[in-house]
């Protein structure tokens, strides 16, 4: 959240090599739902235009595949630090008080993030209970996504906050030899 696209360097990235690779799976993921949701409502269009008939529940698979598809894709994009960010003010600060306004962003949505974590462990449940018309699939797979997704978010924010303290403090992230 806190670097720009062209300012990455190999040890910038999250968890290096391997993480860019999962995450970037994880877009594919989310392309693939995209994909997914879009051939349902070309095929329930065409289904209900030509032929005067429709498939039970195959309107429910773009509304629950978008949640996934949102989550996924918000976490690789996360990873690749293409979210909003806070960029005019981070350009106008430098050192210490970049460093420190890092931290502050990259904490506050950490908290953010992980409160909707907490918040999954009573949703999930009891929505496990309740199961969607058409489908008949129980909606806690549906609302699975957002702390899932939420953790995969938090993982590269949580690199960028370690990232900015040792900026703070004036530590390099790389190792001299």
Do not use: C
């Not at 960010?85 to 430098?94: G, M, P, V």
């Amino acid at each position: 959240m806190s670097h720009t696209k062209g300012s990455k360097s190999q040890s910038n990235i999250p968890f290096g090599r391997w993480g860019g690779r999962v995450y970037d799976g994880l877009g594919y993921l989310g392309g693939a739902l995209l994909a997914l949701m879009t051939g349902a409502i070309v095929l329930q269009v065409i289904l209900r235009r030509f032929f005067a008939v429709s498939i039970d529940g195959i309107d429910e698979v773009p509304r629950y595949a978008f949640v996934w598809a949102v989550m996924i894709g918000a976490a690789s994009a996360m990873h690749r630090g293409e979210h909003t960010t806070l960029e005019y003010f981070q350009e106008k600060l430098s050192g210490a008080r970049h460093a420190l306004l890092r931290i502050v962003v990259e904490a506050l949505g950490i908290l953010l993030f992980v409160s909707i974590v907490k918040v999954s462990f009573i949703l999930i449940p009891n929505s496990q209970m309740q199961t969607s018309p058409g489908l008949g699939l129980p909606f806690g797979y549906v609302y699975a996504a957002m702390p899932v997704g939420a953790i995969l978010i938090i993982l590269p924010m949580a690199w960028h906050l370690g990232l900015a303290v040792r900026e703070l403090w004036g530590v390099p992230w790389q190792k001299h030899s």
